[in-house]
C-alpha cells in the first residue's frame, strides 16, 4: 500500500498558478494509477485529474480541462498536478490518491483504469493540501 504526501498548496490570485506534488513510499509506483481530486466543505469530491499508471495517458475533469496537466515521474515515485489561470472557484482541499492495477491492467489506457470521479476505487490518500484563489 501506497504512502502518499502532497505539497505545494496556498494562495493565489486569479489568473495565477501553482505545482502541487505528491510523493509516494512504500510500494511499486507504477503499478499504480494516480488521481488527484478536490474538496469542498458541504459538496461530493471531485476527481480533477487521473493518469494512467505507466503515464501513458491522462483524464481531465471538464472545469480543468486546458487549464491543469497531470504528469508522473516514475523513477522518482513522484506525481505533479501544474495548474494555471486558477479561479476563485478552484478553491479547495487537493487530494492525491492511488489505485492499485492488476498485472494485465497496468498497460491500460486510463479510462480503461478509473472513471477517475468520486475516487471511490481509490484506496490509498494523502492527507491533502489547501489551495485558495482569491484576490
Known amino acids: 500500500q501506497l504512502q502518499l504526501v502532497e505539497s505545494g498548496g496556498g494562495l493565489v490570485q486569479p489568473g495565477g498558478s501553482l505545482r502541487l506534488s505528491c510523493a509516494a513510499s512504500g510500494g511499486t509506483f507504477n503499478y499504480y494509477t494516480i488521481g488527484w481530486f478536490r474538496q469542498v466543505p458541504g459538496k461530493a469530491r471531485e476527481g480533477v485529474a487521473c493518469i494512467s499508471s505507466i503515464g501513458s495517458s491522462q483524464r481531465y475533469a471538464g472545469s480543468v480541462k486546458g487549464r491543469f496537466t497531470v504528469s508522473r515521474d516514475n523513477a522518482k515515485k513522484t506525481a505533479t498536478l501544474q495548474m494555471n489561470n486558477l479561479q476563485p472557484e478552484d478553491t479547495a482541499v487537493y487530494l492525491c490518491?492511488?489505485?492499485?492495477?492488476?498485472?494485465?491492467?497496468?498497460?491500460?489506457?486510463?479510462?480503461?483504469?478509473?472513471?477517475?470521479?468520486?475516487?471511490?476505487?481509490?484506496?490509498?490518500w494523502g492527507q491533502g493540501t489547501q489551495v485558495t484563489v482569491s484576490s
Open positions: 490518491a492511488a489505485k492499485s492495477m492488476a498485472p494485465s491492467q497496468r498497460i491500460l489506457n486510463v479510462n480503461a483504469q478509473t472513471r477517475c470521479d468520486s475516487g471511490a476505487d481509490f484506496g490509498s
